[in-house]
């Protein structure tokens, strides 16, 4: 995965329109660059690169989306939506084959065989996936796309007032609203830590933890390099969260396949899928124990509150 691209030409004392015009168009070239490597599949790293840099665009738009002129901008964001999509149903099918790989490769032989079923399913979704994501980036379509991107940004990028102040908003000061805004959403789900098999506020805490993380990393140039250590902070909190909820969706896959097996009488699979059914509950338990671990530790530490000083 290629690591984001250093936004040129950031003046953080100017007008924040002018910043937020830089980091769009470039976070839009750094997707629309991987192309080429996303079709590529001999190599599933292009897709992962490519569909980050998407998830990179698309926090930003997120994160600006209240300095805006909206009109318009809805279709900007409809468009980066969808091949962010297309994107991610190849990659949710590239991380389960080579997670089913690896576990084939250190289990019995019976197990192993009902695996390999498992394996040629998500291989028949993944072509799929792929057909449709070459639909998607189509080289006419896609230069289209970014025309057309381009043309939105350039018309949204007329300011609000600062919701703070009535003065001129500031591309350092605007920064600064946004990562105290990622931050309070995170504080806001870390209870569903102690709700461990509430799973949806779960994934929202991961998503939470990522949006901070990306706008720490798009803003420190504001900020000075201590602010890396936040984005690593949360990076760690993410990760975590992100291998929990993959857990959660295997637990479900899994046991759908077991009450199908169940039914249909087939206990050479069942068998196996209840082997693999233990090992993702064993797995979850073990991530959900680092998530606690990682947040005990932020909030011991108090990294929000010195997230907020270094903000002042």
């Known amino acids: 995965m290629a690591k984001a691209k250093r936004i040129k030409g950031i003046k953080c004392n100017d007008t924040a329109s002018l910043g937020i015009r830089s980091v769009l168009e470039t976070r839009f070239e750094e997707m629309y660059g991987f192309r080429e490597a996303a079709l590529d599949w001999s190599d599933p790293e292009g897709v992962h690169s490519m569909r980050v840099a998407s998830r990179r665009l698309?926090?930003?738009?997120?994160?600006?989306?209240?300095?805006?002129?909206?009109?318009?901008?809805?279709?900007?964001?409809?468009?980066?939506?969808?091949?962010?999509?297309?994107?991610?149903?190849?990659?949710?099918?590239?991380?389960?084959?080579?997670?089913?790989?690896?576990?084939?490769?250190?289990?019995?032989?019976?197990?192993?065989?009902?695996?390999?079923?498992?394996?040629?399913?998500?291989?028949?979704?993944?072509?799929?996936?792929?057909?449709?994501?070459?639909?998607?980036?189509?080289?006419?379509?896609?230069?289209?796309?970014?025309?057309?991107?381009?043309?939105?940004?350039?018309?949204?990028?007329?300011?609000?007032?600062?919701?703070?102040?009535?003065?001129?908003?500031?591309?350092?000061?605007?920064?600064?609203?946004?990562?105290l805004e990622r931050l309070k959403e995170l504080e806001d789900l870390?209870?569903?830590?102690?709700?461990?098999?509430?799973?949806?506020?779960?994934?929202?805490?991961?998503?939470?933890?990522?949006?901070?993380?990306?706008?720490?990393?798009?803003?420190?140039?504001?900020?000075?390099?201590?602010?890396?250590?936040?984005?690593?902070?949360?990076?760690?909190?993410?990760?975590?969260?992100?291998e929990l909820h993959d857990c959660d969706v295997w637990i479900e896959s899994l046991g759908k396949k077991i009450n199908n097996a169940r039914k249909q009488k087939q206990e050479e699979h069942l068998a196996a899928f209840i082997w693999l059914l233990s090992h993702f509950v064993k797995l979850r338990t073990k991530h959900l124990r680092q998530a606690y671990n990682l947040w005990r530790e932020w909030e011991v530490n108090d990294v929000s509150g010195q997230l907020r000083q270094a903000l002042r």
């Not at 084939?104 to 449709?132: F, G, H, W, Y």
């Not at 289209?144 to 102040?165: G, N, P, Q």
Request: proline fraction near 3%.
């Open 190 to 242: 870390s209870d569903s830590l102690y709700k461990p098999f509430d799973i949806e506020p779960l994934h929202d805490m991961r998503i939470a933890a990522k949006r901070l993380r990306y706008a720490v990393e798009l803003f420190q140039q504001c900020w000075g390099r201590s602010l890396q250590n936040y984005a690593k902070t949360a990076s760690r909190i993410q990760t975590a969260l992100g």
């Open 58 to 179: 698309r926090s930003a738009m997120r994160d600006f989306l209240p300095y805006l002129r909206q009109r318009g901008f809805s279709s900007a964001l409809k468009q980066t939506k969808s091949i962010a999509g297309a994107l991610g149903e190849v990659r949710e099918q590239d991380v389960a084959i080579m997670a089913l790989e690896k576990i084939q490769k250190q289990t019995s032989p019976e197990v192993a065989a009902a695996l390999q079923l498992l394996i040629d399913e998500r291989n028949e979704l993944r072509n799929k996936s792929r057909e449709e994501l070459n639909s998607v980036l189509v080289v006419n379509e896609m230069k289209e796309v970014k025309a057309e991107f381009m043309s939105r940004v350039e018309d949204a990028t007329a300011l609000r007032k600062s919701r703070s102040t009535d003065a001129p908003l500031t591309y350092a000061r605007m920064s600064a609203e946004v990562i």
